[in-house]
């Protein structure tokens, strides 16, 4: 029953050593010396090295991130139970270590020995705690690991390190460039290590990755040639997505051509720089129309916005009423040829303009003074009536295009 609760072999976790150095500590130690014993280590200065992936350790430990990882190497590290020579694990995404023990033939006795130097009173490692120790200040800073020393200022690394760096295909001249700025760093630093070779190692490594990557970068990128064109996931990302008007696309690629071609820069992304550019140019474009002052005439197809129909809703005003005045306010104001900033403005001026005449036409309708026709019938008299105004003023009045 038990064994079907537990769907993958457990990690083995020694109870006296994870009280001595602390439970995340112990797990950790215990899964490296599981995952390194079928592996081949490589002998340098006294210590077995080994080097773990990030992949690897994941799966290996699949509760922890690389946070947590970085955490816990770092405190065995402290502990002065692992030698490490690889960049935070945060960084480097690798473990490159040593157990800090002497070589021995029976790796089965790891645990065992990691615990003894654990418990010396007078060794490098973190003594457990005990509040029954009254002399022990609660913040000592531990000491440093039996055996290290600060880098010297003439420090070179020796002929077996130089031929391990080698083995990288790093030339000569490129590990003797990083020596001055790893001396001077580690000098400033203060700190103590028993191999500084390792360290150089490590350094060297970091360095010579970030050159071939940078290296593989720049061999990847191109100047910008005058026969260039954006491709068609450019366009479509462009067309379909952003909704911008091919035309305008053609329009600025020229410009887009000539600006990068003066400049003489190389680039692995034009295609993305140039949706940038055409987006940054496309918001400009539509901010101006939509905040243009420039009078002009009023185009043949001109439609209100939405912003009329939210005012006049707001007013009381028919909408559909506004609706019906809009072919003569059109055929009005293309016969005439005049310009104006807003035609939106001008239409709501006219709508609201003929609303309120509607409305006291209506009004004057019941309030006019009643009289009598030739055949004695009641009438309404009207001040409005075509026959009390002149020719003339018919012909001149243009209020209903207010």
């Known amino acids: 029953m038990t064994s ?8 083995l976790v020694s109870p006296s050593l994870a009280a001595t150095i602390g439970l995340e500590e112990a797990t950790m130690l215990s899964v490296l010396d599981e995952l390194t014993r079928p592996l081949q280590p490589v002998f ?13 350790l994941y799966v290996a430990l699949p509760f922890w991130n690389q946070h947590d990882i970085n955490r816990i ?23 490159i270590f040593a157990f800090n023990e002497a070589q021995a033939d029976a790796r089965a006795q790891t645990s065992t020995a990691m615990l003894a130097q654990a418990n010396q009173p007078q ?29 010297a200022p003439n420090w070179q690394p020796d002929a077996e390190m130089l031929a391990r760096i080698a083995q990288h295909n790093i030339p000569e001249h490129f590990i003797r460039e990083q020596l001055p700025e790893f001396v001077t760093f580690w000098r400033e630093s203060g700190e103590a290590h028993r191999s500084w ?14 050159r071939e990557t940078f290296t593989t970068q720049k061999d990847s990128e191109v100047a910008m040639t005058r026969d260039w064109r954006p491709s068609p996931d450019a366009m479509d990302v462009l067309t379909r997505h952003a909704a911008i008007h091919p035309q305008f696309i053609e329009d600025a690629i020229p410009e887009f051509i000539l600006y990068w071609a003066e400049r003489g820069e190389k680039s692995r ?5 140039f949706i940038q550019h055409i987006r940054r140019q496309w918001a400009r474009y539509t901010s101006a129309l939509e905040h243009d002052s420039e009078p002009r005439r009023i185009p043949e197809n001109w439609q209100p916005g939405s912003d ?4 006049l809703r707001m007013a009381n005003i028919d909408v559909n009423f506004a609706q019906q005045l809009l072919p003569e306010f059109l055929i009005f104001w293309r016969d005439s040829n005049q310009v104006y900033s807003s035609w939106n403005t001008k239409f709501l001026q006219h709508v609201k303009f003929h609303w309120a005449k509607r ?44």
């Not at 079907?4 to 990690?11: A, G, H, K, V, W």
């Not at 070779?197 to 970030?210: E, I, M, N, T, Y």
């Open 4 to 11: 079907s609760l537990i769907p993958e072999r457990p990690i």
């Open 44 to 56: 340098s200065q006294g210590y077995q090295w080994f080097e773990l992936n990030g992949q690897t």
């Open 73 to 95: 190497s770092q405190s065995l590290r402290a502990k002065g139970i692992l030698l490490l020579q690889s960049a935070p694990f945060n960084q480097s995404q690798q473990l």
């Open 123 to 151: 060794s490098h490692q973190l003594q457990p705690h005990n509040h029954t120790q009254p002399n022990r200040q609660p913040h000592a800073r531990p000491s440093v690991a039996v055996g290290a020393t600060t880098i």
């Open 197 to 210: 070779g390792a360290k150089f190692h490590q350094h060297v490594l970091h360095q010579w990755r970030q």
């Open 269 to 273: 992304t034009w295609n993305t720089k």
């Open 308 to 311: 009329v129909y939210d005012i």
């Open 359 to 402: 409305h006291s036409l209506s009004a004057s309708n019941i309030n006019a003074p009643q009289g009598r026709n030739h055949e004695g019938q009641q009438t309404t008299t009207q001040s409005s009536r075509t026959r009390d105004r002149s020719i003339a003023e018919d012909l001149n009045d243009r209020s209903w295009a207010f």
